[in-house]
């Protein structure tokens, strides 16, 4: 079998080889031919796969995971993958112990329980791939890209394998390097619940939008990464550093923060238990904070406001609480029309049927905030967060402009996270969420006519009854199968 050419595929544009290169791989023992063997099918150490004999390596591996006769799993420890393309494989409990795969493809595979230990999978890609109980431990990853990647209770933990030569000497595997290295990979909108990512190097990585909730990081390094949107909720972050990190919208409400350095970090409109802190080091960081200079909280703010709206401007004062936390705010039924609110802190809070319109809730922590039946018209809510947010019968379409005959001010969203958000019955007509999170979002009945929807991620989410006329769905992530949804309901429909 000819190797063919090398090809370009992939996100970063990098050579992708879709042929196992490396002639010369071979079998390191025949397998059983009859029955499901017992016996890894092996390649030879030291040298790559040749391309036949991965592809029958491959399918046998296929029989394995499904327990089919003359099954047998695959084994490419200590091979050379690098460049390989393993996109979308079955590669469940798959070992990869000790491999050179640098630059290989994963994305898209399914390598739930698969071993790397101790790997090098430098510029390896694994987007969107299946991770589930992985064990990464001292693998090399350095600007390995992982968005959208599911690595629920992966370990990530240090690790390190011995070697005895032929003088009977014992000296460590790839130098002796034990740690998980991720410095400036790619982990956002990873999936990290319950992973155990100890004294691990992730410094400068983006993990924008990763989900470490539950997750065990005790004593790892993370300084300078970006964690805008990360979720913490549970995590163990004791003497872990994430000093001078983004954390902007960040949810750690219940992690433990014992000896954490958070020095320099930036936790505007994050979800933080104040409490926790006082065992961190917060010198420096940037912190949303209860009450204003004078001592107000955004509850004596509102009051001025209401006398503001109703003397059009002649008494009280606008409200203007940029990152402000009012978390659990009870305050149904408010007239915020025209307040500004960048990077308030509203998470928990009652502001249903509140009068919203032509607001700034740009960069809003808006996580579990009620707002159902809220006039929104005109709202700017570019970058906020509002994962699980009750927002059923809210009115986010266009605000008219009295005096400007049919001028009307649409509502801005970009990037928004309205993942699991309650957006049935909502009015959502003329939106631009470009760039947003509908992930798993319940939009019955919703009005989406003529919203944009370019690159929204709709994986998940409930439209049924939903009008949809004039959506522009470039991009989308889950449109496919939100036409298959929509093709299902219109035939139970009839």
């Known amino acids: 079998m000819r190797n063919k050419s090398p090809n370009t595929s992939g996100t970063r544009g990098r050579e992708r080889i879709r042929s196992a290169l490396g002639p010369g791989g071979r079998l390191s023992k ?11 099918w092996k390649m030879a150490t030291g040298r ?26 695959l084994v490419l ?82 690790g390190q394998i011995m070697a005895r030569d032929g003088g009977g000497n014992l000296s460590y595997f790839n130098g002796g390097r034990s740690s998980v290295d991720l410095t400036g990979a790619s982990l956002r909108d990873a999936n990290l619940d319950g992973a155990r990512i100890v004294r691990a190097e992730l410094t400068g990585t983006d993990l924008t939008d990763a989900n470490f909730a539950n997750a065990k990081l005790r004593s790892t390094q993370l300084s300078n990464s970006e964690l805008s949107g990360a979720i913490f909720t549970g995590c163990d ?27 320099g970090a930036d936790l ?49 004062r606008q409200l203007v609480a940029i990152g402000m936390d009012a978390s659990d705010l009870k305050a149904p039924g408010s007239k915020l029309a025209a307040a500004d609110l960048r990077d308030v802190v509203l ?15 740009t960069g809003a922590m808006l996580a579990q905030t009620r707002l159902t039946q809220a006039d929104m018209r005109g709202a700017k809510l570019d970058n ?62 919703a009005n989406l006519t003529n919203a944009v929807l370019v690159d929204v991620d709709l994986r998940g989410a409930d439209l049924r009854g939903a009008e949809l006329r004039g959506i522009d769905l470039r991009g989308a992530r889950g449109a496919e199968e939100l036409r298959v949804q929509l093709v299902d309901f219109e035939t139970d429909a009839a």
Not at 30 to 40: E, I, K, L, N
Not at 49 to 66: G, I, N
């Open 347 to 361: 998470a928990g809070a009652n502001l249903a049927r509140a009068n919203l319109t032509m607001s700034d809730l």
């Open 237 to 263: 972050l004791t003497e872990a550093d994430l000093s001078g990190c983004c954390l902007r919208g960040a949810s750690l409400v219940g992690s433990v923060l014992d000896s954490t350095n958070l020095t």
């Open 268 to 316: 505007t409109a994050s979800q933080i238990t104040r409490s926790a802190l006082t065992r961190a080091d917060v010198t420096g960081a940037i912190l949303p904070q209860r009450r204003t200079a004078g001592g107000e909280t955004l509850k004596d703010m509102i009051h001025d406001h209401h006398l503001w709206l109703a003397s059009l401007g002649e008494h009280g």
């Open 30 to 40: 025949m397998p059983d031919q009859a029955g499901h063997s017992s016996t890894p």
């Open 384 to 445: 906020a967060r509002a994962k699980g947010a009750q927002l059923a019968g809210v009115d986010l379409s266009p605000m008219p402009i009295g005096g400007l005959g049919s001028k009307k001010w649409p509502v801005h969203a970009h990037n928004v996270v309205l993942a699991g958000a309650d957006l049935r019955k909502a009015d959502l007509r003329d939106i631009d969420l470009s760039g947003g999170s509908l992930f798993k979002a319940d939009l019955r009945s």
């Open 77 to 158: 420890s200590f091979q050379g993958i690098e460049g390989h393309d393993f996109s979308g494989a079955d590669l469940r409990e798959a070992e990869f112990v000790g491999v050179s795969g640098a630059g290989a493809c994963f994305d898209g595979a399914n390598l739930t329980g698969a071993n790397f230990f101790s790997a090098d999978l430098s510029d390896a890609t694994f987007r969107s791939a299946n991770l589930t109980r992985v064990d990464l431990r001292g693998t090399m990853l350095r600007r390995a890209d992982f968005e959208g990647a599911n690595l629920e209770n992966a370990d990530i933990r240090d």
């Open 48 to 73: 790559s796969p040749d391309a036949q004999t991965l592809t029958m390596a491959l399918a046998r591996h296929r029989l394995f995971v499904s327990g089919r006769k003359g099954g047998q799993r």
